[in-house]
């Protein structure tokens, strides 16, 4: 049976909703659909947060990557919805459901506090993303075989940008995606950052097929200019928070220290559920077991480790004491940089746990982008300008990195209270020597 | 030192935020409620969810009791911030710091999923809270006494309703209090559920002191009656949702199996964290181990279990496939209730692990309450006037239960498309025959 | 050309679209439909405020009867395409367009502050609608000939409740119909009352039809319920609020003096739009004329007048300085109103022109109107249920008036401030004698 | 009495609120802010709306400069009553009154569609605000004197930039004040465009007082960013919009026209309301009568003007059909402007009353601007830099000037449908010959 068949008789009596506080409603209107939202795979996002230790700056953003994920699904949705009835001859309507498909399981690979986990243990979401899609062991992949036995790997495909059709891709991965949309608008609902919002109806009107791709009515480009302006803002304002930060680079610490008592037959306890993880030989299987909750459970257990460091670095992360920070220029002050790791060594504590370097940065917007297309605007006689050309505020973000590098280090050395007791003193003074409003400074001595 | 003098010195130098989305911000101005925020007992609430298994049915309900206690926190400071300016004869400003501190503390105690874990382990959330507000252990209790040694006694009266001044016990916790404020407000924007919103501006407005405690200008009557329809509104619609009440009898029987399991020694893998709770010897060390992640994990692991019934019923829990009901009269159906338990029974189900009844009720309002106090309006002469007396919406919600009994069995005996397999054809069809439009019938036969 | 193969050829190439800040966008997809709102006599709505005095109490609710009848059409568009796609069985798609061009013309016979404006003037905004739709004269009804030379006549019987499709009639009036929804939304939204919010979505999700007219799917039951509590908030708080009312009173007064000093041969300046209504002769061309300003105008030039009365009641609405008021019970309280009329009467006040009765009321629901259909739910196999049958608070609104019965007289009778010139001093007490917390008492002594 | 205890004397004992659709509750503390908004100067005010035409374009917006006003006043006591709190050293709390009231005032001289109206008469609201502030004929003017007999000076010297105190003026004027924060927020509301919204609540927070102004705390960087691209975003979406202009332009040649003829001495009727500013020779006493409905009211009587330009220009703005446009280069197009002008003169239209260039044109931000103080960042440690060479966006926007040339032209000629008339379809071809994509273009032949 061919996909367009399939889709036909897939189709739900009565559409299914669920409630959602962003998009109002999320409309499921195929069996396929329902069953990818109803496998384990995809009931796992819900034990994992779509923002990480950023839920540690602003306490509202508790939201999983279950519901981004059901939001992606949404808007991707209403553009299909939208391409199926008013451009019958620039969109395939056969592409409806590998779109949808795509778009709610582009994120299925994630686990816990992806972006330390990935670096300790040597994951990587994206592969696993695309193993799930395609093993046969997953509820996920027998679903979609439900459609035919190459559906899965089409699915795959367009996550991969592989897929053919590049209409596809695009929705799914762009600089303007159904991905950003949702996560942006979102993000912004949760932590209350109204900077996020952007015009999400408006650009859902001006966004069209064209040959090559996607792209937006040019009367949109004001649309599309706030939504560029809005994430930039995020990642300034949210995403980049030297707070979470710290959180981050505690966990990473955490996490460093644990594997390495692990190696050295030092940990106790062990928890199983990590195991594969410390061997870096996890399988697929042992991937799926984990989430948040589970990661955290190991920490509560190493709040109580033998081994002083550990158990304070479980600590500090369970209790939201993070390291704190001064930012730095890279480059240009390295050798500070090493001077103030080298005096907070000289205490109790270890060095290469307690402080750490960590960069932020993001491209909010780059025409030469090569790993994903730039945002064409279309003229009503089918011309493309590339949006940077007409638009002075993107043109100002584009191709520039925005973000920062931070030093790490225990709060002790940068808020003067808690510094005062004695033993202290000198070690806080020749830290401060070298910091002024809050970042690396050169001394004039 | 007295508890004003204290007060004074207390406040901070700059006022700290939190970013809320839906108080804006979260005003903190005394570094002794800072200190409790960053205390290790409220940081654990940051891994409990509000609503328990409500985030199965309403997915963006993923925030946690943190979110909702540093928002009661934050209602009661502007409600004291406002009797200080405008009821100098008939508010003590020396209550401030006991009233931010309950309000902060009140929902401490609570642990995973607190309605179905305190039946199964017989743990009690209100008892525990006042335990780590007077206990010696907790970082709350050492934070507390800073003020004077009573300080948390004086605090754990107000949660108790034993404390001497109505008004602080009144806001804490009446029929309109500033926890109900909070939640409504919070659950209905994390839900999405817009009929939960009412006008928490107008009721800060009219809200005042009096003698006896705490009332509300006449002229805010519709304000207050708003509000008392938005929690009706609020409990039918979203707390007591049958699929989150299906969640709630799916875990209870996966907990109850694993006790069982446990007590006959055949619990594998035994999860540490829980024993004691197994034991029913818990410490309040033991308890403050305890999140919804702990829980999880335990559920997780149990999914391998070798007891068919605890693997099946922790599959259901963790991949949200919950049993499904029909609503039934208490008294008059029972007898057909145990009929339909049989039939269940008398396939491969355990009767008493796939079935249970649930029964939701709530009070909207009553005038005659002894726990809460009634809503009192007062005119500008002083004259009070208990709400339903004036309202007649408010009297016809006034001391009626709200909320039905229903009956939950797998989901095959409800659900045509599933029971047309033959095994089941003669059991679904002797089960049909009891229920219509959802409800159990008395067949007419 | 029959209506339907009218509607396919009337369809727009491009939608368009109107931003709206309630329903974010209003979809136009008729040429039709786009040429009755460019039609002189819907452009004219611009110009005539939807709530007349309450703009004077609530500031923001300055916007007009214009926005709210795209308001309506969008609601009902919105209901329409879902009938279309849902329901084949239970709508016909031919009423597609007089439904729609009834939703957007139901209010077109308004005139300025109506409610006043008829009373003096003897005219009825709902007889001047149908005028007005099947007037030769008007573009309104030569746009709509165009479907054909009898569909005029359709969409005025859908407003004068005499077309034969129930679902049609329903849809634009009954106690819970497209223009009831859009002002309350509407209202609320302009007013800032956050109380008239209600569940929009929820509502056009149940909402269905059956053969004999609208009904709601029963487990809307709740949405329903908070819509008849919404709009009965909206009643209390926002438009039966006293000062409201003063301006309104005053407004009647005013224009009953100039018509009066126009019998006279009084009256200077004589404003000729006005002429055909003292004269109770105009057109309808005459009406078609009239809007807010053109009334305000008059009474800014009649501010100048000689009569000190017109002069000062004209600059009190234009100033805002309305009549202030006292409640009292009618038919227990008449004998003390005359007295109170009458204390005002001994001064240099003219007893009739400075003092008023005005009573509100609103039934906010009744299942046995005679006017306005019930409110039925359905359950899956069809069954109605009249809602207040089965719910308690519908059950307590239904059927009973509420609002309240006022006496407005100058503000000098009631702020004590104000009255405190020794020349009133005696007549103030005379008749605060008989007032007690804003209502009429009967006086002990 | 000085102004100090003046304000203390003048405190209500109940502050007095009005609801707010935007910023929820305005408050008025002081019986002077009660009085002035009382005052029959700002009462006029409600019936002169907000944005002119703009309401044609976008039908939410028809809210009121007495809105504005009210909201101006509000953001400014929001900052003041914080300042009083957080910045004594820094802010002299004897600024207080003279900035509520000039924030109160501003914008009192506004007339209705000023921008046009100004033009064609040769009035100056700014002028006039000063005026009725001055003059002993208005009771504003009496109401602040009740303060001190120099009291109306100051307040104008506010609005004129004139006052001795750098923060008043720079709160009431400047690239960052309540005037523009209100109006940002309040037409964003109305017209519903979302991306007008910023972060108010956070400016608000990080706003403070200098020694020679008004700065923001550093960390606020962004916030300020985001203000400053929503206002460009405002004027480029909403301020801009070629259809509001194009009502302004036939207003223009409306007002123009009848100008024309009453100099003549061929206007019928001459509404005398409008004489004096015929004549140029206006009182305050006679500006102080005008309002929008006044204007409107002689457009609806000149629509059956003799003259028939003056008719059908009359009916073209009442009845919303306004002349269209296209875009052009200055300089490089002149001289194809003035052809199409010849050829719509060529027809049966009067060149002069049916073409009309209009150029729209702003700074976002401009840090060497004469008129308005820049915008300052202010460290810590109180070094300040100005935001233009801290942010790459506010960089991009800065003293480069936005907006484009239009020259307006009837319809007829912009088209097709309406042009195909064959009488036209000469001209029509030779005008469209220098069209393309809605702009004027140099042909190649």
């Known amino acids: 049976m061919c996909v367009h068949s399939f889709e036909k008789s897939d189709r739900l009596v009565n559409e299914k909703v669920f409630k959602d506080p962003v998009h109002d409603y999320i409309h499921v209107r195929h069996q396929l659909i329902l ?96 193993d799930i899609i395609l093993s046969e062991e997953t509820e996920v992949n027998a679903i979609l075989k439900r459609v035919s036995l190459d559906f899965p790997n089409q699915v ?48 859902l009107r001006v966004i069209r097929p064209y040959k090559d791709g996607i792209a937006f009515q040019y009367q949109g480009l004001h649309a599309v200019e706030d939504y560029i302006v809005s994430r930039f803002q995020m990642y300034m304002q949210v995403y980049f928070h030297p707070a979470s930060r710290g959180m981050e680079v505690t966990l990473d610490r955490l996490l460093y220290r644990a594997k390495q008592l692990y190696h050295e037959g030092a940990l106790f306890p062990v928890f199983p559920l990590l195991v594969p993880f410390f061997e870096e030989a996890a399988t697929l299987s042992d991937y799926l077991k984990l989430d948040d909750g589970v990661l955290q459970t190991a920490i509560i257990l190493w709040t109580e480790s033998d081994d002083a460091y550990l158990s304070e670095l479980a600590g500090m992360f369970l209790n939201r004491k993070p390291l704190k920070s001064v930012v730095f220029e890279k480059g240009q002050d390295d050798e500070i940089v090493e001077i103030l790791r080298d005096i907070v060594g000289k205490l109790s504590y270890d060095k290469n746990l307690y402080t750490m370097t960590n960069s932020s940065s993001d491209l909010p917007y780059d025409y030469k982008l090569k790993s994903k297309t730039p945002i064409q605007l279309i003229h009503s006689d089918g011309t493309l300008v590339e949006i940077s050309t007409v638009s002075s505020i993107v043109k100002s973000l584009s191709g520039i990195l925005h973000g920062d590098h931070r030093l790490f280090v225990p709060k002790e050395f940068l808020e003067k209270e808690i510094a005062n007791i004695n033993m202290f003193q000198e070690e806080y003074d020749a830290f401060q020597h070298y910091i002024k409003n809050g970042a690396i400074t050169h001394p004039k001595d």
């Open 35 to 130: 069953d990818l939202i109803d496998s384990k795979e995809v009931q796992r996002l819900r034990r994992i947060k779509q923002l990480g230790t950023t839920q540690f700056t602003f306490h509202g953003a508790e939201h999983s990557r279950f519901s981004h994920s059901l939001g992606v699904y949404e808007i991707t949705r209403r553009i299909v919805d939208m391409f199926d009835r008013n451009y019958p001859n620039d969109w395939d309507p056969g592409m409806r459901l590998v779109t949808l498909c795509a778009a709610l399981l582009h994120d299925i690979g994630h686990g816990p506090f992806s972006h330390t986990f990935e670096k300790i243990f040597e994951t990587d979401h994206e592969a696993i993303t695309t």
């Open 156 to 203: 795959a495909s367009v996550i991969t940008k592989q897929h053919s059709n590049p209409q596809v891709v695009q929705l799914i991965s762009s600089q303007i995606d159904a991905d950003r949309m949702d996560y942006l608008q979102r993000d912004a609902f949760f932590t209350g950052a109204t900077y996020g919002a952007f015009d999400l109806s408006r650009i």
